[in-house]
């Protein structure tokens, strides 16, 4: 395939650098390490086309909030001279020939998904770069996820060993398990052993709701918590059909001559 386009997830990437620096204050040793690290991430893809992804700096948790008043509430907010500083990461990314792309009312993660299912569409090779296993439920043979920190691809193998489902199944287990870092309950007393029973009888959340086969427990609490795992499903799924405004010959990568 002629085309690879590298998606950043960028705050996943920011932030997991920034934490692991000796000194949380010392940003320009972040904005260094984060510009070494890109640039790594660059010498081992080879990419014809890249765009790093940064998320609103609004707390509106948008139409997940909206489904579920509880999302992401008790998230950490971002050290404040990390996020005086993005500016100026951009700007060292920007010299390292990366363009960079803010989201707007809909989650960096809606967006990601849907530039790299459009391209991967095409048969192109997409690769996002991020430790976040929710994109785990867009993998295809054109689209993989590198988690770089643990040097491992976050791939079908991945998955069904983490979660015991298949990709397609991902948004159907966080629906009936949750997502304990996004406070998405789930279905209670339904953990991701149990989460991983039904979805090896069913092959997806709404057939779960209709399968007399099921333990007798799992259909009682499936009937008792349908509306609130439905809820869980659509806030666990990426969107994948948001108004990009731009397109690839935009995000052509091309490194300079001098580099970091």
Same mark, same amino acid.
């Given at each position: 395939?002629?085309?690879?386009?590298?998606?950043?997830?960028?705050?996943?990437?920011?932030?997991?650098?920034?934490?692991?620096?000796?000194?949380?204050?010392?940003?320009?040793?972040?904005?260094?390490?984060?510009?070494?690290?890109l640039s790594k991430?660059?010498?081992e893809t080879h990419p014809t086309h890249m765009v790093a992804v940064f998320d609103h700096e609004s707390d509106d948790k948008g139409w997940r909030g909206k489904l579920l008043p509880g999302y992401k509430e008790k998230r950490k907010p971002m050290p404040e001279p990390l996020k005086q500083n993005l500016d100026a990461i951009q700007q060292s990314w920007w010299e390292l020939g990366l363009d960079s792309l803010l989201s707007e009312g809909d989650e960096a993660d809606d967006l990601v998904a849907t530039l790299a299912i459009k391209v991967a569409a095409r048969q192109e090779q997409v690769t996002i770069i991020s430790t976040d296993k929710g994109y785990c439920q867009l993998l295809?043979?054109?689209?993989? !996820?590198?988690?770089? &920190?643990?040097?491992?691809?976050?791939?079908?193998?991945?998955? =069904? /060993?983490?979660f015991g489902v298949r990709p397609t199944q991902l948004t159907d287990f966080w629906g009936l398990a949750g997502i304990s870092s996004s406070q998405v309950s789930g279905i209670p007393g339904v953990g991701p052993k149990a989460a991983k029973e039904i979805l090896t009888q069913c092959n997806n959340l709404e057939e779960a709701f209709?399968?007399?086969?099921?333990?007798?427990?799992?259909?009682?609490?499936?009937t008792e918590h349908r509306e609130l795992a439905i809820a869980c499903k659509a806030v666990a799924t990426l969107k994948t059909? !948001?108004?990009?405004? &731009?397109?690839?010959?935009?995000?052509?990568?091309?490194?300079? =001559? /001098?580099?970091v």
């Open positions: 395939m002629s085309l690879h386009l590298v998606i950043i997830d960028a705050l996943n990437l920011i932030r997991r650098v920034h934490s692991a620096q000796p000194d949380p204050e010392d940003i320009q040793r972040t904005i260094h390490t984060t510009t070494k690290t991430i660059i010498q295809s043979p054109t689209l993989r !996820i590198r988690d770089y &920190f643990q040097h491992r691809w976050l791939d079908t193998p991945f998955i =069904e /060993r983490e209709s399968c007399m086969t099921l333990a007798e427990k799992y259909q009682k609490k499936l059909d !948001i108004q990009l405004g &731009f397109n690839l010959q935009d995000i052509r990568f091309s490194q300079p =001559e /001098r580099g």
